[in-house]
């Protein structure tokens, strides 16, 4: 089946420590997404990108980074110079190449918590 | 740049009872996402809506566009129990593939 799939489902991490998110999708879609989102609190945009091998910041992206070596993969990495990470990340897609998806997908999220 | 703005933020509904949930953005937008959280989970897509007159339904819950207005709404009827979730809009612009969320509306409906 298609979709996105994202891993793990629950991590932690020491303080001091990067650590990286999964998101992988076989939708054939163009662009792919990062969001977060705090208890109680919207989606904000860390990180998207429209093709392989370019992405653009979104409203949050201090103390993240990705890559986008192929179509199907976008992983985060939350690094040590994020201050506050203990949050829910939510990775999406959207539109493929021909234009003729329309709907942005999402994943089942990762819960991130600093021990 | 595309900004969204939903009202109201929380929506307490007795069941039976109908209300629309408000999507208001900035700037042209090539296409407007409607979108289900439940509690701990991730984001269900409901509608897509492309163009200006567009109106969906799907049971209880109705979506439409005015891209004059720059307006999407949510309507919904006959309120139950099991709609009890919070409800996003996206807007997502064409140019560079950003896709943009509202703050989310809590509803919460009540027997």
């Known amino acids: 089946d298609g979709g996105i799939t994202q891993s793990p489902k629950y991590l932690f991490r020491k303080e001091g420590q990067n650590v990286t998110l999964s998101c992988e999708q076989n939708?054939?879609?163009?662009?792919m997404y990062w969001y977060r989102q705090d208890p109680g609190q919207g989606l904000r945009l860390i990180y998207y990108s429209q093709i392989v091998n370019d992405f653009q910041k979104g409203d949050i992206a201090e103390g993240y980074s990705v890559s986008r070596e192929k179509k199907e993969s976008f992983p985060l990495t939350v690094t040590s110079a994020q201050k506050n990470p203990t949050a829910f990340y939510l990775c999406?897609?959207?539109?493929?190449?021909?234009?003729?998806?329309?709907?942005?997908?999402f994943g089942q999220g990762t819960r991130l918590t600093v021990v | 740049e595309l900004k969204v703005e939903q009202n109201p933020l929380f929506l307490s509904m007795q069941e039976g009872k109908n209300y629309t949930i408000y999507c208001n953005y900035s700037?042209?937008?090539?296409?407007l996402y409607w979108y289900r959280q439940d509690p701990g989970k991730s984001l269900e897509s409901l509608f897509v809506?492309?163009?200006?007159?567009a109106v969906k339904q799907e049971g209880r819950l109705m979506a439409s566009l005015d891209t004059k207005a720059r307006l999407s709404t949510l309507h919904i009827t006959a309120a139950v129990h099991d709609l009890s979730a919070t409800y996003f809009c996206a807007g997502l612009q064409g140019s560079n593939y950003k896709l943009t969320f509202g703050k989310g509306t809590l509803l919460t409906v009540n027997p």
């Open positions: 999406a897609s959207s539109i493929d190449g021909a234009g003729l998806n329309t709907e942005a997908f």
């Open positions: 939708l054939n879609h163009d662009a």
């Open positions: 809506l492309l163009s200006n007159g």
């Open positions: 700037t042209t937008s090539d296409r």
